[in-house]
């Protein structure tokens, strides 16, 4: 008995051991640009749509389907939060994301704005809300590939996660076969990134939150979509941008601030006028409204400035 339980105590090492490895060689591999600033972004995912309220919902869930914060989507439609929602009752969903960057092919995730973005020939096929790791248990950045695809797939149980379960006194589980309270849901992408996967969730309410033990979830219609899309040795990268500045294509300058979920040390002020200084857009900004943006962090793209021509040939 002693020895099975030296056995495990070192797998649990060599588990979070090369979790950790993962997380710091992914660092590496994702240096900043050599200017040390991320690119300024011409793309927005998301914007303005009308939902029906459909049996069962509330508003925690529908927040979590379209990736924006319940309380926002509540005071968008002029609906106490506490308040009880019918169905056949219509919301405006007001859900634009500044898209961090775009990939010839593939999947990229940011962190902290919690969407996962999938290319294609360097179009974006689809932006989706995601689930990931809670700062205790944090989700590695780096570049990967899908190394599996598996439908309903069995979840064997990672020690290091057996020994949560016996910390808060729960019934501690080896394996859950595939079936309703499977949390990896019916479809499942494994990565290059050691002990991390893409997959479904039993719990779509969770989707848009930081709840898991690292992976990334998706509502289940939504990862059925990208695993109908994607094949073994798509590549993809999660980076860690809480800060987002965009010019579309109109002229305006958005911002977009999230959360420092995980404590790396953003300074969001300091980023944004780096950016800006960057890219020529100090004089194109209202100072005052970016205030605005960094003190609500509400995680969605808002208008700060507008680039004229004038200010386009450095003019003032």
Request: negative net charge; aromatic residues 6%.
């Amino acid at each position: 008995m002693a020895g099975n339980s030296l056995d495990k105590k070192t797998d649990l090492m060599i588990t979070h051991a090369r979790r950790f490895l993962a997380c710091l060689l992914a660092g590496i591999s994702l240096a900043a640009p050599a200017n040390g600033q991320p690119p300024l972004s011409e793309q927005v995912a998301g914007g303005d749509s009308e939902y029906i309220v459909q049996p069962g919902d509330f508003l925690i869930a529908i927040g979590a389907r379209f990736g924006l914060p319940p309380t926002l989507l509540a005071r968008d439609n002029a609906v106490p939060y506490e308040a009880l929602i019918h169905p056949g009752q219509r919301f405006r969903i007001h859900n634009p994301h500044i898209v961090p960057a775009t990939l010839d092919d593939g999947i990229l995730i940011n962190i902290p704005q919690r969407m996962l973005y999938h290319f294609s020939r360097g179009t974006l096929l689809a932006a989706y809300p995601v689930g990931l790791g809670k700062p205790t248990w944090p989700t590695p950045q780096g570049e990967f590939k899908i190394v599996a695809r598996e439908m309903n797939k069995a979840w064997k149980v990672p020690l290091s996660i057996q020994e949560e379960m016996r910390r808060e006194n729960k019934i501690v589980l080896e394996e859950v076969p595939p079936g309703p309270d499977n949390p990896l849901g019916a479809h499942w992408l494994g990565l290059s990134l050691w002990g991390y996967g893409i997959h479904g969730t039993i719990a779509p309410s969770s989707v848009y939150h930081f709840r898991s033990h690292g992976c990334i979830r998706l509502h289940p219609d939504d990862v059925a979509e990208l695993f109908d899309r994607v094949s073994v040795g798509t590549p993809g990268r999660l980076i860690y941008q809480p800060v987002l500045l965009a010019v579309v294509e109109d002229g305006r300058i958005l911002l977009e601030v999230h959360h420092d979920i995980y404590g790396q040390g953003s300074d969001p002020a300091q980023t944004v006028r780096e950016l800006a200084e960057a890219h020529d857009l100090n004089q194109a900004i209202d100072w005052s409204k970016v205030e605005g943006v960094i003190a609500a962090q509400d995680g969605l793209a808002r208008e700060v400035g507008r680039r004229t021509h004038n200010t386009m040939q450095g003019k003032p």
